[in-house]
């Protein structure tokens, strides 16, 4: 299946560079905008399965807002943030409005593949040294109540991995079983952690050395 792709950008180099690279990579760009509003417009019009989206925009509502509004559309279509800046709070704010990755601009096309492939199979994907530089500058301190610690031994191992950036796949391999019990796994510690994602709880690993530092 071809994924079809929107591309926000206020520069339009940016949108015609990424164009070109993505439609030579087989994506199928169907639209651009140069907006928040124009990218709320665009998507609900054509429903794309990925936009990528600038966090910083011109003039009117910036690609923060322009998230927030895309998710309560209540569609399908992915969000992944694609942008310059490496501030932390901005990486916290993207996954409060509904963003499924942050992406900086400087990654390779191999690596902006893997993150639209990752969001496109349901995973949330941040580079690992952004999720500590998020806990590092201006995360609130940690509940003096460890959520980590109502996992049982073989989840806090399984959240180890997560945090580490492998796939249930790669887990299942690592620890020898399949990747359906990994599946089953990561599904229970999203519950007990009170998280919606493996990225939500891959930052909760990182808080909690004992569980952040894997194998």
Do not use: W
Request: with cysteine.
């Amino acid at each position: 299946m071809t994924v079809r792709i929107i591309i926000v950008d206020d520069h339009q180099l940016a949108r015609e560079g990424l164009k070109a690279v993505l439609s030579d990579d087989g994506f199928a760009v169907i639209g651009e905008a140069d907006s928040g509003e124009a990218a709320v417009s665009l998507v609900t019009q054509l429903k794309p399965d990925v936009v990528l989206m600038d966090v910083r925009l011109g003039a009117g509502i910036d690609g923060l807002e322009a998230t927030r509004r895309i998710a309560a559309l209540g569609l399908p279509s992915r969000v992944l943030m694609l942008s310059l800046h490496e501030m932390p709070a901005y990486v916290r704010e993207a996954l409060a409005a509904g963003a499924c990755g942050y992406v900086l601009k400087d990654a390779s096309i191999a690596e902006l593949r893997g993150a639209i492939s990752q969001v496109m199979a349901g995973q949330s994907v941040i580079p690992l040294g952004l999720i500590n530089a998020a806990l590092r500058e201006g995360e609130p301190a940690a509940s003096q109540s460890d959520p980590v610690a109502l996992l049982t031994g073989r989840e806090r191992e399984v959240l180890g991995l997560v945090a580490r950036g492998l796939t249930n796949k790669e887990i299942a391999r690592d620890l020898g079983v399949s990747p359906a019990t990994i599946k089953a796994h990561v599904e229970r510690i999203i519950a007990k952690l009170g998280v919606s994602d493996r990225t939500q709880a891959a930052v909760l690993a990182a808080r909690s050395s004992p569980a952040g530092s894997g194998r």
